[in-house]
């Protein structure tokens, strides 16, 4: 199977950085996108970042210029190094990846990993 091994959560003061990593591991064949989600109390799941085989990364608009997604495709790893963190980005952080499994599409998720951002 695939296993989403995420890493780097925790707690961090407003104006703090936080850098998350997340390893695909398992059976995967080729990896098609990788990307992070977050999800806040009360809200729904949302878009952070993500990068796709030979394209450009995608931002939500409230992250740019303070959040910077990496992708190594020999390790099969995704990095979100996230800046200049506010309150308002506390959230359980979810690793996605969509690519091949047995011949077939799939997508797949992380746990998540907890990021508090307070005082």
């Known amino acids: 199977q695939v296993q989403l091994v995420e890493s780097g959560g925790g707690l961090v003061q407003p104006g703090g950085s936080l850098r998350l990593s997340c390893v695909a591991s398992?059976?995967?064949?080729?990896?098609?996108?990788m990307g992070w989600y977050r999800q806040a109390p009360g809200k729904q799941r949302a878009l952070v970042a993500t990068?796709?085989?030979?394209?450009?990364?995608n931002y939500a608009d409230s992250v740019k210029g303070r959040f910077t997604i990496s992708r190594d495709n020999a390790k099969k790893t995704v990095n979100l190094q996230m800046n200049s963190l506010t309150p308002e980005d506390t959230a359980v952080y979810y690793c996605?990846?969509?690519?091949?499994?047995?011949?077939?599409?799939?997508?797949?998720w992380g746990q998540g990993t907890q990021v508090t951002v307070s005082s």
């Open positions: 990068v796709p085989s030979g394209g450009n990364a």
């Open positions: 398992g059976s995967i064949q080729s990896i098609y996108r």
């Open positions: 996605n990846v969509i690519g091949t499994l047995g011949g077939m599409n799939g997508v797949w």
